[in-house]
């Protein structure tokens, strides 16, 4: 048994590793709580952490200290999940300031309610950009709904739509500022 109750044998047995990783287990707690100031983030935290150092066990150097690389991993998760809120927020803020993005109106638009025009270049898209542009924009579901209903990461969805609004503006013969579409106003 090892004297540091985080720290790894060399020659040890991947069982051993999970009881190791086990006795870290306070440590991560206690770290992931101030580093999240949420109680049930610093959970999901812990047990991203756990679940990537399992995966990533092998690039675990054996004889050295467990306890400094789970807390290595957790850091690197936190700041992963940091980046992917803020990119999250830029993206969600650019679509509320955009002119020309398609916002949600009182009113749901359908594929009659458009210009022929516009049904024209629609019906141009390939079919996975028409489902994203039919089920946001026309139907007015989240990005959420809309990716479980296609059965696709919420990412795919959200790239699907930018790219299929910039093929829509183009069709259209509108310029897109920053690779948006145009508005509903010029849509209907």
């Known amino acids: 048994m090892p004297s540091h109750p985080c720290r790894f044998a060399q020659g040890a047995e991947a069982g051993s590793f999970r009881d190791e990783l086990q006795a870290c287990l306070p440590a991560l707690r206690a770290r992931a709580l101030k580093l999240c100031l949420n109680r049930n983030e610093a959970k ?32 690197s998760v936190f700041v992963t999940r940091c980046r992917k809120h803020q990119r999250e927020k830029r ?33 141009e898209l390939s079919s996975n950009f028409r489902a994203v542009v039919h089920l946001i924009d026309l139907h ?18 959200m790239s699907r739509l930018f790219r299929a609004r910039r093929q829509l503006a183009q069709r259209l013969g509108a310029a897109p500022q920053s690779g948006n579409a145009v508005t509903t106003a010029e849509a209907a």
Not at 46 to 54: N, Y
Not at 99 to 117: G, I, Q
Not at 143 to 153: G, M, S, T, W
């Open 44 to 75: 999901d935290l812990v047990q991203d952490t756990i679940e990537r150092a399992l995966r990533f066990q092998d690039s675990f150097q054996p004889g050295s200290n467990l306890g400094a690389w789970t807390q290595r991993v957790m850091f």
């Open 140 to 157: 007015e579901l989240s990005y959420k709904e809309a990716a479980e209903v296609l059965e696709i990461p919420v990412g795919t969805v």
């Open 91 to 123: 993206a969600l803020e650019a679509f509320r300031q955009d002119p020309n993005a398609w916002t949600r109106s009182h009113h749901v638009l359908t594929s009659e309610s458009l210009s022929p025009r516009v049904t024209l270049a629609l019906g």
